[in-house]
């Protein structure tokens, strides 16, 4: 049995002598950064830069503090992330660019420079055999991000509507991968429309980079106030989509569902076996910030409540037991009052129907169709950390 990974934690509170910032320079050192060498070596600063209209992903300051230390120590620092599978801001290296600097993280900000890890188109891609891969035998990982000698994840920690939790293996994982490595890892489960549901709004044909949306037929539908009216009905073509669940998100009236089955753990584990591609064979470090815990992704262009309380910032040499550690003291923070995690509990007790694995689960209580746990346990299996950790509090 693996020995428990050491996983430092230090909390929010501030007293005049320190802010934030200098608490987590603090935090990193004394989970032994220090420990890679990195005099003259390049060091990607993996993180999420926000789509515009969100709010809550990490602010830039969180991004300098991490780039000053490095630079202290002798690195070469930038920040990076791949573009995205769906219409949004960041689809290509321009906007993505324009997006992370609307943000506010500009060079003068950070104190390093933003590379788009898959180029212009996101095509830009480096092929990484997988150590013990099941799932992916071949990794498709952005060029730059491969090309850095040390990896540095830098995550917002958050709900997550399919893989249950946004963490450091989803930051890592999902995010490092190219557009045909998101196109990989999404490809095993499609959703499908709730005609009861759909109102005809078209957002998900907006939103939909691949053309699987159409309104080829219509039904009637009674309004509140009895009015009857016609409205088109979205399809969505299996055969198009990529199964990227953008859709998903857009929907406003729950009518577009997640074909899951399998799908969702599948999800999961490609996404640790595209964490083990990009961490294997080379330093790296990982720091997870649980604050403005939102109930979805920052790929969103909003941000709902948090559904829970801001809990603090972590860091440790092991992917695993760093989101192991961020899942487990969030699970034993109280639900924040009028969230989409209150709403959820309401609506499945109303019905009679509490699922057992949400009862006490906050992210599976979010969303009762995503499995957070597979991710960990197929981690742990192919040998990419454990989730068995040492929680050591700096103070």
Known sequence: ????????????????????????????????????????????????FGELGNLSFLRPNYARAVADVVKELGGMPFLTDCNTLYVGSRKNALEHIDCAYQNGFTPY????????????????????????????????????????????????????????????????????????????????????VDEAKCIGCRACERICAHGAVSFPTTRERTLKNGRVVESPVARIDHDRCLGCGRCIGACNQDAIEPDYDAAADVLNYKIAE?????????????????????PNCDCHPENDTPIVPDIGMFAS??????????????????????????????????????????????????????????????????????????LIEVK
Not at 25 to 33: D, E, N, S, V, Y
């Open 1 to 48: 049995m693996a020995e428990p990974a050491k996983v430092y934690y230090i909390n929010l509170r501030t007293h005049g002598r320190e802010s934030q910032l200098d608490k987590l320079k603090r935090l990193i050192r004394r989970a032994g950064i220090e420990q890679i060498d990195f005099e003259n070596k390049f060091v990607a600063i993996k993180i999420h």
């Open 274 to 294: 595209y964490t083990q591609a990009i961490v294997q064979d080379r330093p790296s470090f990982h720091i997870s910030l649980a604050i403005d815990v939102s």
């Open 109 to 192: 900000a950070t104190g390093c420079q933003v590379i788009i890890a898959d180029g212009l188109k996101g095509t830009d891609e480096t092929l990484v055999p997988v150590k013990n891969g099941e799932y992916v035998q071949e990794a498709k990982i952005g060029h730059a991000l491969m090309d850095a000698d040390i990896v540095i994840s830098l995550t917002h920690f958050k709900g997550h509507e399919q893989a249950g939790f946004g963490g450091c293996m989803k930051n890592l994982g999902m995010g490092g991968g190219s557009r045909a490595g998101k196109m990989e890892q999404h490809a095993a489960g499609k959703p499908s």
């Open 317 to 390: 040499f092991d992917p695993v037991a760093i989101d192991q550690a961020c899942i487990d003291m969030a699970l034993a923070m109280p639900a924040m009052p009028d969230t989409v995690l209150t709403e959820m509990r309401e609506k499945l007790e109303a019905a009679g129907e509490v699922p057992e694995h949400c009862e006490h689960d906050h992210f599976n209580m979010t969303h009762p169709d995503t499995n957070w746990r597979s991710m960990i346990e197929h981690g742990e299996k192919i040998g990419l950390g454990t989730s068995a950790y040492e």
